[in-house]
């Protein structure tokens, strides 16, 4: 297109500076208007043209008789019997008892930790401690009290939670907001939040005027939102003495918190734990005659563990032989020829579905009444698990089992459901990820069932790659699971894994800033104007590494969000207010400014969602020829649009289900893609990359190439190499060397890719090196659109791109090009 002829960078930038500037939250009205701060301290890159609306002027007197007017009601509903039962509920709760000791303390000191098991009653209660004496204290109506949450259903279900032990209506005193979601209003006092709607308000009022109690729960999770907040507000504290900081950790390591804020008092509040009987691997399969043993062969797989029959002359119990099966899983007929002696295997890289089943039996069958937790290690375990129980002539009777699940994305009626009691002669099973460990607390369990895993993003800084693989718990982790059986009476505990593995866990987890990706942080650093990146990470309760800032910071040179000084650019702005990773939100800028942005919205949701192609083990050919029906430009990018469109089709005509029971498709990932897409859509807007006009940012959604080149251009330097050896591939990236693609990819088919790269969004690293996905682009698409070269290398940049176009029309300059293209491919062939 004759558009090209400049820089598409020049072009982006131009596009962008024209933009309306406006950041998501101030025309959102992200938090209620009294407490917005009107004076924003223009931070960024923008400046702040629109101003916020005024603070209302308000006498002391009304906000004396709004007080009053707070503390009656309450009152009011303490009196009614359903008020009576629940204050005697809150009363019996550890932390009522401590209620006076909490209150005191935070009305002395400027930083507080309180620290007690779970369920002990923090974060329902300590918010209502703070709340009901700044009313007392006839502080009720300007008082301002935000509580983080590390996930958006727990800033939901504990507002729903708290506004029925008040007697009162959501949205009005007791309020929530999470990304593009809230029930809020303008006399919310408390108000419920994830830890990054806090930083992206942040944003636009540094100083957080207005608000007087910042309430940080779960700390003891070190997200990295949370650990950049509690940075920030070491430093915001001396700016605003009156600030309250609030922090709410598990028992959990809450000295390390009080050494950071100078020795700020921790609250213990005493809890009531009953006994646990453990049993790790060894001990479930003690009564069976069988032990296990280690097997020092190591494979592909880890460790083998034999699985051996005892010599005694003990009768096969009715167990054994269940145990017989329950260990033969699919994954022993790997094994069967190699080890002789060992008559099954358990393998430490898998969990074992029937083991669980087995156990669910047991527990239902022989078990004493109570209900059964099962941590299992994500979304997608959780859905095969409670696929396979649903066919369980016991466990699938829901007159005997209410089989539930409970994640991070759960809806709020499965939420409800997990609290609700069970009738007697039914037994509860919930299926949970480790959201269950800390944050969610179900009170009538007496069985937990442990796997052992969770699956936690790691980062291997050396080879700059990013991996989200189950991996082994901590043992605070196996430890916190374990209490969760016994917290009403004492409980069982099955741990599925021998106990030399559980002595080889690491104490605590590593905090997430330790372990992930540093752009998206690193970006909020330079938006928030908070100095330089590494002088920053070094003022952190514990700065990550080194050499993981530098990549970070070398990725987002890259990408063009950084300027070579480190100074945000335009785009990194726009991307700073985007609430997903730097790439994803990349694509979107420039799907928008391409005006093809319908495709992309769909292949971000895609690629943030569980990959909606579904791949059951014992049916993987078929569902990979279903795959490759929208196969489609060597993409699988381009073929996930297919697929979503061909749903949106069916959905319409209410065979959505059918559709995607055909494809391989999975209903809850097009559903989720739906959602998505439009939550991206109102992020836009709220930033104004788009208007209301959805055909003016559609007008070229049927370009393919364009496409590709957003693809690319959000993707890189996530690059391949594709070279074509005999009959077969080689593919190379820069860092890894050979890799290969998934077998998933539909370009994983196909041996005849005509094209020199490959753009991928995620890498995993099993054995070798796998792309889960990608899209083939060409040398101009790449030269193009991958990535940006910074203002300090405008000549190089030109000399590289004008040199690409000229090329069509001058012989000098297209052998420069030919250079260039050489060079770039003996880079990759050296690697
Ligand atoms: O934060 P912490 O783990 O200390 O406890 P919490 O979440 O405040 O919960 C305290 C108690 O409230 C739990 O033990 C549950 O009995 C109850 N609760 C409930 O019944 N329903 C909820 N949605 C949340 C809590
Ligand atoms: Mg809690």
């Not at 289900?657 to 999975?666: E, G, I, M, R, T």
């Not at 990359?689 to 049927?702: E, G």
Request: with cysteine; proline share 4%; charged share 25%.
């Amino acid at each position: 297109s004759p558009g090209l002829h400049r820089r598409v960078d020049d072009h982006l930038e131009k596009y962008l500076s024209q933009k309306p500037k406006s950041i998501d939250g101030s025309q959102d009205n992200m938090f209620p208007t009294e407490i917005v701060n009107n004076n924003i301290a223009n931070t960024g890159p923008f400046e702040q043209k629109e101003s916020l609306p005024k603070n209302k002027a308000v006498s002391d007197d009304t906000l004396f008789r709004r007080s009053m007017q707070l503390s009656m009601e309450q009152q009011a509903w303490q009196k009614s019997s359903e008020g009576q039962k629940m204050l005697e509920f809150r009363r019996s709760l550890p932390a009522y008892k401590e209620k006076d000791a909490i209150s005191n303390s935070i009305s002395k000191n400027q930083v507080v930790i309180i620290s007690g098991e779970t369920g002990c009653g923090k974060t329902t209660q300590v918010p209502q401690f703070i709340l009901e004496s700044e009313i007392n204290s006839m502080r009720g109506a300007t008082c301002s009290i935000i509580c983080t949450q590390p996930r958006r259903i727990s800033a939901m279900s504990v507002s729903e939670r708290i506004v029925i032990e008040r007697g009162e209506k959501l949205g009005e005193n007791v309020g929530y907001k999470v990304r593009l979601e809230g029930m809020k209003g303008k006399n919310t006092r408390l108000l419920f939040c994830t830890s990054g709607v806090l930083l992206r308000r942040l944003l636009v009022d540094r100083d957080l005027k207005g608000v007087t109690h910042i309430i940080m729960d779960e700390v003891h999770e070190r997200g990295i939102d949370e650990d950049f907040l509690l940075t920030v507000m070491k430093e915001l504290l001396p700016c605003r003495p009156e600030l309250r900081l609030v922090l709410m950790s598990a028992t959990i390591n809450a000295e390390i918190f009080s050494s950071y804020f100078n020795g700020a008092p921790v609250i213990q509040i005493p809890g009531i734990t009953h006994p646990v009987r453990t049993y790790f691997l060894e001990n479930i399969l003690e009564s069976t005659g069988y032990s296990l043993t280690a097997d020092n062969q190591i494979d592909d797989y880890g460790q083998v563990w034999k699985l051996n029959k005892q010599t005694s002359n003990k009768r096969k119990s009715h167990i054994a032989s269940s145990v017989e099966e329950a260990l033969g899983s699919a994954d022993y007929s790997e094994y069967s020829q190699q080890t002789q002696d060992s008559l099954l295997c358990w393998n430490p890289n898998c969990i074992n579905f029937n083991l669980i089943e087995y156990l669910l039996c047991n527990i239902c069958e022989n078990g004493k009444p109570g209900g059964i937790l099962v941590f299992m290690t994500g979304w997608d375990d959780i859905i095969s698990l409670k696929e396979k129980l649903q066919a369980h002539s016991v466990l699938g009777d829901p007159n005997r089992v209410l089989l539930l699940t409970c994640h991070g994305s759960m809806s709020s009626s499965e939420q409800r459901l997990i609290f609700e009691k069970v009738d007697d002669g039914v037994r509860k099973i919930v299926l949970a990820t480790n959201i269950a460990e800390t944050s969610i607390t179900i009170d009538d369990l007496v069985f937990v069932i442990d796997c052992g895993k969770a699956k936690e993003a790691s980062y291997d800084a050396l080879n700059n790659t990013p991996c989200l693989l189950p991996s082994w718990i901590s043992k605070v982790s196996a430890k916190q699971r374990r209490g969760r059986s016994g917290r009403v009476q004492p409980g069982e505990c099955y741990h599925l894994y021998p106990q030399c593995v559980y002595d080889s866990f690491a104490d605590f987890q590593l905090p997430k800033i330790l372990r992930t990706p540093l752009q998206s942080l690193c970006l909020q650093i330079k938006s928030l104007n908070l100095g330089s990146i590494s002088g920053f990470l070094s003022r952190a309760l514990q700065s990550p590494d080194s050499l993981a800032v530098q990549n970070a910071v070398e990725y987002l040179k890259l990408i063009g969000a950084l300027d070579e000084k480190e100074n945000l650019t335009i785009l990194g702005g726009y991307l700073a207010m985007l609430p997903m990773e730097p790439k994803h939100g990349k694509m979107l800028v420039m799907g928008a400014f391409l005006n093809c942005l319908d495709p992309i919205l769909t292949i971000v949701a895609g690629l943030t969602v569980r990959d909606p192609f579904l791949a059951p083990l014992e049916i993987k050919e078929l569902a990979e020829a279903a795959k490759a029906q929208f196969s489609h430009g060597f993409s699988d990018h381009l073929a996930l649009v297919r697929a979503y469109n061909g749903w949106k089709v069916a959905e319409r005509k209410r065979i959505g289900h059918k559709y995607c029971w055909k494809n391989f498709l999975s209903p809850q990932s097009m559903k989720a893609i739906d959602s998505l897409r439009r939550e991206f859509q109102s992020v836009l807007k709220s930033i104004r990359l788009i208007d209301n006009k959805a055909s003016s940012y559609n007008t070229y959604c049927y370009d393919e190439n364009l496409v590709r080149a957003v693809i690319c251009s959000g993707l890189y330097p996530g690059v391949c190499s594709v070279v074509h050896k005999d009959n077969s591939l080689s593919l190379k990236t820069m860092e890894d060397g050979q890799v290969s693609l998934h077998s998933k990819s539909v370009n994983a088919r196909d041996f005849k890719i005509p094209y020199p790269w490959l753009v991928f969004n995620k890498k995993v690293k099993v054995n070798s090196v796998y792309l889960q996905d990608s899209t083939a682009v060409s040398d101009s698409t790449l030269l193009l659109f991958g990535g940006s070269i910074s203002i300090g290398d405008v000549e190089g940049h030109m000399k590289m791109m004008g040199g690409y176009f000229e090329f069509f029309m001058e012989p000098s300059i297209a052998i420069t090009y030919r250079t260039l293209k050489r060079e770039l491919n003996e880079l990759f062939q050296t690697k």
